[in-house]
């Protein structure tokens, strides 16, 4: 299959440290290409890939204190994308909804999947106005708020089975927290179980423009506390090491949390998580191989214990057989299949979504997009 991979341009593919949606399209991308597919990446041009990379702009747009608008740069990426279509059996975008009303037209060409939370009640009549789209969930869970979305499958992110493996761990006595700092990821909650059973902290995260005034008021006073250890924003190399040496990885969001990648990181590690009853961790999670699932932080205080002691080698098998990319490549590409089996069929033959010269306006496709 020839197919077209369209990522975020914030992050390159994949990116420098913190980035889960541009992760896992690298992940996939990757994968299919070793899979024996023709696959073309329009990414940020600082983007490493196995596929065909078709840079839309020089660098990640997050690097580029120049960008003060990113939206004029995704316009220029989708109407290139655009003008090459037919060259595709599938276009898989990675960039929530902006390219429905261009891409319509060829709705049954196109897969969408949801990296975001979908509990914002403006996403109700969007997918309405658009239910020709078809939609990838990441859970089970993310698909609760919307329930008559196009939804075509739910498939759980994988990672490359040998990307993170144990390290003879655990090698150290903490626990870790792993990810972005945010009111909805809770590391106060992270902070308080640790400290009540005196085990050290260490986080590594990110800390985005808009969540600095939290961070500031909330968390960095949390931080001169015995025990707690601020790392920052670290590379996959460091990641490795990070996880596998931590006794366990606390998760506790408070929030409807589309999917969790730290989870399988940790996983693939051989580390069990301690994760809060929220969004997909009970799809992810499961409860007492993988970890341990609690609702509250007197539970998790309790529970920490024995989550420490869940075997780790059944953490990491359970990971190889739920969370590689292998699996994960292979579920879209079913996907894709039952796409172009679908647009082969006579109510579903259109034309092609680019056929005007360049520098024109196709009037067709604007009337295409509002009807």
């Known amino acids: 299959m020839k197919i077209a991979q369209i990522a975020p341009l914030m992050e390159s593919v994949p990116p420098r440290l913190y980035g889960g949606t541009e992760r896992i399209v690298s992940y996939l991308s990757d994968e ?15 983007s490493i890939t196995a596929a065909e990379l078709v840079p839309c702009v020089p660098h990640a747009l997050r690097l580029d204190v120049n960008v003060r608008d990113t939206i004029p740069y995704y316009m220029l990426m989708l109407d290139r994308v655009r003008r090459i279509a037919s060259e595709f059996d599938v276009l898989h975008f990675h960039i929530d909804q902006f390219h ?20 914002l009640p403006d996403l109700l009549p969007l997918y309405l106005g658009f239910d020709d789209m078809p939609l990838i969930s990441i859970s089970n869970d993310q698909r609760r708020p ?30 870790a927290f792993l990810g972005r700092i945010s009111p909805e990821k809770r590391p106060d909650r992270a902070i308080r179980i ?14 985005d423009r808009t969540d600095e ?45 589309p999917f969790g990648l730290s989870m399988i990181e940790a996983m693939a590690c051989g ?38 002691a869940l075997d780790r080698k059944k953490v990491r098998q359970r990971f190889e057989q739920r969370f590689t990319a292998t699996r994960m490549a292979e579920d879209y590409i079913a996907v894709y299949r039952s796409l172009i089996d679908a647009s082969h069929t006579p109510d579903n033959i259109r034309g092609d979504v680019a056929p005007h010269p360049v520098g024109g306006l196709d009037t067709n496709i604007l009337r295409s997009s509002l009807v």
Do not use: C
């Open 32 to 46: 299919l290409v070793a899979l024996g597919h023709d696959v073309t990446l329009f990414a940020s041009g600082d």
């Open 146 to 175: 919307v329930p008559r979305a196009n939804f075509a499958a739910t498939i759980y992110h994988g990672i490359p089975i040998n990307l993170h493996r144990p390290v003879a761990g655990p090698g150290g006595d903490y626990v």
């Open 100 to 119: 429905f009303p261009l891409f319509r037209p060829i709705a049954t060409r196109t897969i969408t999947t949801l990296h975001g939370r979908q509990d």
């Open 213 to 257: 005034a939290y961070f500031r008021s909330q968390i960095e006073p949390l931080l001169h506390q015995p025990g707690v250890e601020f790392i920052g924003e670290i590379n996959e190399q460091r990641k490795t090491r990070f996880l596998s040496d931590a006794r366990a990885l606390i998760f506790p969001i408070d929030w409807p949390e």
């Open 194 to 207: 640790a400290r009540a059973l005196g085990i050290t902290l260490k986080i590594a995260a990110k800390v």
């Open 271 to 308: 580390t069990p998580v301690l994760a809060f009853r929220r969004g997909s961790a009970p799809e992810i999670i499961d409860n007492g191989v993988t970890g341990i699932m609690v609702d509250t932080v007197d539970e998790a205080i309790a529970a920490l214990p024995q989550v420490m």
